[in-house]
């Protein structure tokens, strides 16, 4: 899962991730592949409250962290469906506007 803030919104952000914890090559301890997540969610530190993103358009994983600048954050690299190691590099928007409270 990748995280990064957004300090001007008072917003912790996260976004992707799996539910499988795995060693480097994308499979899990158990022996199953894990699955990349496209959810994204926000920490607003200001409200003390928990914000669910729209989810990004195609699910990674294998992310350190997100990359801020104003209100956009960027994933670079990671891990895609299938264990496919990914070179890209993705920009988030965020809209409070957009989010539900959790």
Avoid: C
């Amino acid at each position: 899962m990748a995280s990064g803030v957004i300090p001007e919104e008072g917003l912790i952000i996260f976004a992707g991730g799996t539910t499988r914890p795995y060693n480097y090559d994308g499979i899990g301890y158990d022996g199953i592949p894990s699955e990349p997540s496209s959810q994204s969610f926000a920490y607003d530190v200001r409200h003390k409250r928990w914000l669910v993103l729209p989810d990004m358009p195609s699910p990674s994983m294998d992310h350190r962290g997100l990359v801020g600048t104003g209100r956009s954050l960027y994933l670079i690299g990671g891990m895609r469906e299938h264990q496919s190691v990914s070179s890209g590099m993705r920009r988030i928007t965020v809209n409070v506007n957009q989010s539900k409270e959790r």
